[in-house]
């Protein structure tokens, strides 16, 4: 079986330059984005584990990536994976960049907040999912920032839609299942990493959707819904890096 990494938002709109300041773009060391992120407190961005490949500079302040107005770019100091992920697709899909200075908030950046405790989002709930992946399945990445509005999808709604398209298969632990199924609005390669929001705060973290392909998703039309890394169930494991502890 075929998991792709999420990268693009699709059937999505660009998001307005005053919004969503907590965004961050993961660059490797060449200078290009690989995933999203998104600025978790002064000197922490919070991604997906998988985008470890390479980071070596993250982007705050600009939902426009060619855009050189009041963008900051930052080395990354350190990162912190969670010592339980493998491989995409097996759970535990959550990393930490730590930054060499603290960023202090201003108009073009922002804290985003996290669950304080385990919680679980209700079947049907209105959250949004932003990135600079691609807009479709054969597209490119792009430029401006895109946020896309999804639904929450239940556990066994979204366990029994992956084991119907891939006999045997079972989510993997602590993930929350939106959009991507039933819709033509979700996620796409290029948007690893980034926020699912739900009323103001990051509550899911990009992870993957299914291939059809060796590193394709199918993403304008997915038969399966898009997956999420359940932040609240990683509270305790946050709070021991925030508080100077390793991962």
Same mark, same amino acid.
């Given at each position: 079986?075929?998991?792709?990494?999420?990268?693009?938002?699709?059937?999505? $709109?660009?998001? @307005?330059?005053?919004?969503?300041?907590?965004?961050?773009?993961?660059?490797?060391?060449?200078?290009?984005?690989?995933?999203?992120?998104?600025?978790?407190?002064?000197?922490?961005?919070?991604?997906?584990? !998988?985008?470890?490949?390479?980071?070596?500079?993250?982007?705050?302040?600009? !939902? !426009?990536?060619?855009?050189?107005?009041?963008?900051?770019?930052?080395?990354?100091?350190?990162?912190?994976?969670?010592?339980? =992920?493998?491989?995409?697709?097996?759970? %535990?899909?959550?990393?930490?960049?730590?930054?060499?200075?603290?960023?202090?908030?201003?108009?073009?950046?922002?804290?985003?907040?996290?669950?304080?405790?385990?919680?679980?989002?209700?079947?049907?709930?209105?959250?949004?999912?932003?990135?600079?992946?691609?807009?479709?399945?054969? &597209?490119?990445?792009?430029?401006?920032?895109? /946020?896309?509005?999804?639904?929450?999808?239940?556990?066994?709604?979204?366990?029994?839609?992956?084991? $119907?398209? /891939? @006999?045997?298969?079972?989510?993997?632990?602590?993930?929350?299942?939106?959009?991507? =199924?039933?819709?033509?609005?979700?996620?796409?390669? &290029?948007?690893?990493?980034?926020?699912?929001? %739900?009323?103001?705060?990051?509550?899911?973290?990009?992870?993957?959707?299914?291939?059809?392909?060796?590193?394709?998703?199918?993403?304008?039309?997915?038969?399966?819904?898009?997956?999420?890394?359940?932040?609240?169930?990683?509270?305790?494991?946050?709070?021991?890096?925030?508080?100077?502890?390793?991962?």
């Amino acid at each position: 079986m075929l998991l792709v990494l999420g990268s693009e938002i699709i059937n999505g $709109q660009i998001a @307005p330059d005053n919004e969503m300041l907590y965004m961050a773009s993961v660059l490797d060391n060449r200078g290009y984005h690989i995933c999203g992120g998104f600025l978790v407190s002064e000197n922490l961005v919070m991604t997906a584990a !998988h985008c470890d490949v390479n980071p070596r500079y993250v982007v705050l302040g600009n !939902h !426009h990536l060619r855009s050189d107005t009041d963008k900051s770019v930052i080395q990354i100091a350190d990162k912190y994976k969670h010592p339980y =992920y493998r491989k995409v697709g097996s759970g %535990y899909d959550i990393m930490l960049l730590k930054l060499p200075t603290l960023v202090q908030p201003n108009k073009t950046i922002q804290f985003i907040r996290l669950p304080l405790r385990e919680m679980t989002l209700k079947e049907n709930e209105k959250c949004q999912v932003a990135g600079w992946g691609k807009i479709n399945t054969y &597209g490119n990445v792009v430029d401006d920032l895109r /946020v896309v509005d999804v639904s929450v999808i239940g556990p066994q709604v979204c366990q029994n839609a992956w084991a $119907q398209k /891939v @006999p045997g298969y079972k989510l993997p632990p602590n993930v929350i299942c939106a959009g991507g =199924y039933n819709t033509n609005k979700g996620f796409c390669q &290029g948007d690893s990493g980034g926020p699912l929001v %739900y009323k103001g705060m990051a509550v899911g973290i990009v992870s993957y959707n299914k291939a059809i392909g060796e590193n394709l998703g199918q993403c304008d039309y997915p038969d399966v819904p898009n997956v999420y890394t359940d932040i609240s169930k990683y509270v305790n494991w946050f709070r021991r890096i925030l508080q100077g502890g390793k991962s």
